[in-house]
């Protein structure tokens, strides 16, 4: 039966004072790759050191990065990192805690890339004239991703919340170690064939190495050749793949392709009822100025109008027929009127009103006799008066 015991926190503590009591281990430098670089809010900087057969977990305090760091430290670079090794009790993990860091070269995976990326940039793989446009009201996207995990939980959410109605194909794919560029480069083929509207290539965030499935020449092909307007989606916002380069459209999460490729329903209704309302607004405003411009045509067609212009003619001959009737009216009365006294005159001058008076009208053979030496013993006459004529026998002249 052992008799000596010990706690983790002992154990860990132990091994803490072994390695800060280790001359060696205080002030050391060493040389490895960057990798699962990230800089916090405090200042301080969290990485590991790597090379070809190991990894050293690495932080280097916000207090140190003024005096110690002179660049902005980015995955893969090759770094001489020089500093302390101590161990963190509570997670009985030992580190190398950094008073400086200069950089020694491009490291060897950063190196591929960058090589890969100037290949397939001179093939003309990035041209912006090969980019297809993302369709805007998509009926049914196609997704490559692994089944599982979060990228794909956050493109079904998004997607589903903005438009209830979209149609999501997912072909699950591996998305990291050496299987993911012929897995993704299939799914790619496979959904380009199915005829989805759009294709969003991605998977969650992770280290340099987690993502360099998607730094694969057969990657960038594939999405270069299909003819589907694909969607990349690899990593964090920081993070960028070759395969963001060749994609028709780079969305800086899965979350965030989502929403480049799903139309907002909702917004889109409010955008319609907008246009509507506006349309309505302006074809009121339409109907009342032609409304205004009728009116003013019709009294313009009434005033120019044959029937218009005959009333108007109408009236001034009827204005015209009263005022000749009134001028024919006055002359009459005038003409009656002189009328009136001549025929006084003539009446005063009349052989009947003479007779009247006693007198009488004596004619013989239609003449009349007006002396004596115009009859002769014997001669017939014809005697008038006022209520007839007689005829007499002239008997004796003196």
Known sequence: MQNNIYSVCQVNNYLKNMIVTDHFLSNVSVRGEISNCKYYPSGHIYFTLKDAESALSG????????????????????????????????DGKYQIYANKIEQEGIGNI??????????????????????????????????????????????????????????????????????????????????????????????????????????????????FDCATPVISAVGHETDFTIADYVADLRAPTPSAAAELAVCDVKEHVLRLEGYKNRL?????????????????????????????????????????GEKLNSLMNNKLIGKKHKLEILAGK????????????????????????????????DDLVEIKLTDGSFEARVEKLS
């Open 280 to 320: 309505d607004r302006d074809i009121n405003k339409n109907l009342q100025l032609r409304k205004v411009l009728i009116t003013r045509y019709k009294d313009k067609i009434e005033h120019l109008s044959p029937i218009s212009k005959l009333n108007e003619k109408r009236n001034r001959l009827m204005h015209s």
């Open 110 to 223: 950063y190196e591929q890339f960058e090589k890969l990326k100037n290949k397939l940039e001179e093939m003309g793989l990035f041209a912006p004239e090969y980019k297809q446009p993302i369709p805007k009201y998509n009926k049914v996207i196609g997704v490559v991703t692994a089944s599982s995990g979060a990228a794909v939980r956050d493109i079904i959410d998004v997607s589903k919340r903005r438009n209830p109605g979209i149609q999501i194909i997912l072909y699950p794919a591996v998305v990291q170690g050496e299987a993911c560029p012929e897995s993704v480069v299939a799914g790619i083929k496979a959904l380009d064939a199915y005829g989805v509207d759009t294709i969003i290539v991605g998977r969650g965030g992770g280290s340099i190495e987690d993502l360099w499935g998607f730094n694969d020449e057969r990657v960038a092909q594939a999405i």
């Open 346 to 377: 003539l009446n005063g001058l009349s052989p009947l009103n003479k007779l009247g008076g006693g007198y009488a009208y004596v004619e013989s053979k239609g003449r009349p006799i007006k002396s004596i030496g115009d009859v002769k013993v």
């Open 59 to 90: 932080v280097m305090f916000s207090g140190k990065r003024s005096s110690g760091l002179k660049f902005k430290l980015s995955e893969g670079m090759q770094v001489v990192v020089s500093g302390n090794l101590d161990v963190f009790v509570r």
